[in-house]
Structure formats: C-alpha cells, structure tokens
C-alpha cells in the first residue's frame, strides 16, 4: 500500500503541476485517487496472475497512475472521451504505455464498455467520472460493468456519492464551494474558481446528482453483491463491489 506522502512524492514527479493542483483544490479528490489504487492492489494481491483492469475516466492520469502503481503485472485499459486531458495522461504516462502495462481508449464509457466481451474483464476502477453522467447513461454504465466482469471481478469507485440527508449534504456542498473560494482567489485562479463553480451546479443538477441510496438501489439492480461505502469524507466516498 502507498503511503500518503510517498504517493505525493512520485504523484508530483510523474502527474506534475495537475497533480499540485488538484491537491490544493480538492485535496479529498487526490486521496480517492489514492484509495481506488489501494483497493486495487489489495485485490490482485489476493491473484496469482495478471488482472485486466478497466478504468473509466482517465482524465490526467492521476488514478490511472494509482492503479498502475498497485500492482506491478496487470494490464490497465483507461478509457476517456476528452482528448486534451488523455493527452496529458498519455504523455505522463508515456513509459507504462513503452512496456505494454497501459492502452488507451478515447470512447465514452458506454461505447467502451459494450465493446469489451462479456465476463472478461477483472476489475473496473474508476474516481470521479460516474457523477458526471446522467442518470439513465449512468444506470446503463453501472449495467455494462457488471456484464464484463468476471464472476469475482470487482467494481472500485471513488466518487460524489451525495447523502441522503439532504440539508448535511448541502451543508458539506457549501463549505466545499467555500473552499474553492479561499484557495482559488489566494493564488488568483478565478478562471478556475468559475469553472469548478459551474461544474459544480452539474453535479448537483436534478438528472446528474448521484444519490447514496440510488446508486445503491442501482447496483443491486445489475446484480452486485457484498456492496460497501468505505471512507466517507463528507461528499466523497469509496464505493466497492462484486459480481
């Protein structure tokens, strides 16, 4: 398991400037990131062989290099559908790609998903990517994730799993927004501050928001088990699961 502060150390060497970034803005953001790589690793610890690892929304390439860093042998497709960012990840990552380790797709999730034969991937991974999708797209994800796995294989998800308590969850949502403010204006970053901001009303729109319950309902819907919410910081969470 990579430690805190080890994991900053290499993150900063190989992500950059992003990876700083991030980090001030949204420090909870860096360390799902950290934790989608742990529980990867724990599961191929407990394998004799490669695993296929599918991770949806590479963005940069700060949990792609997570997952990469989890576990020396497996193979890591990730999939984005945002050039600039895979861009990024593809020239940060350029040495994983050299060995074989890591492939890149630029599909959507869906696309990608539905063209991966049924029952042949181990793990999907993810942080970040499944709020952003409207619900319907979302639940169809969720469905196409589960047909890929193995019998066995695992989904690991750290992401905004919104509380169903609704006035804790705007709570935390303000004091977050409040963050933005206070980091973003002190290093004169509004460019940044208005599109976290707006980016925001996204997340929390009627058709995107991704409620605890529902998204639990959702997954014992395509047929997960042993579902668990591991590490709750206020609107963050790591979710894992198992086909």
Known sequence: MMAANSFDAMFSGVIGQEYQLLKLICPFATEMSRLVG??????????????????????????????LSADEWS?????????????????????????GRLQFSGNDALSALQQLAS?????????????????????????????????????????????DDISVHTRNTQKEVAGYFKVLTQ??????????????????SENHIMRESIALQQMIAAGFERIQ???RHEVNALLTATK
Not at 39 to 66: A, H, M, N, R
Not at 192 to 204: G, K, Y
Request: aromatic letters at 10%; a negative charge; one cysteine or more.
């Open 38 to 67: 742990v529980e990867v690793g724990e599961y191929c610890k407990l394998k004799s062989d490669p695993q296929f690892i599918v991770e949806l929304g590479g963005g940069t390439g700060i949990t792609t290099l997570s997952i």
């Open 187 to 204: 290093i004169n970053r509004l460019d940044l501050l208005e599109h976290w901001i707006i980016h925001l009303f996204n997340d929390e």
């Open 119 to 163: 029952d042949s991937v181990d793990i999907v991974a993810s942080a970040y990517t499944l709020h952003n999708f409207e619900a319907d797209y979302r639940r169809q994800v969720i469905q196409e994730i589960f047909r890929v796995l193995k019998v066995g294989g695992q989904f690991i998800n750290g992401d905004r799993y919104a509380l």
């Open 229 to 231: 919410f591991k590490a």
């Open 75 to 99: 193979p890591v497709l990730s999939v984005d559908n945002e050039p600039t960012m895979q861009n990024q990840a593809k020239q940060s990552l350029q040495a994983w790609v050299d060995s």
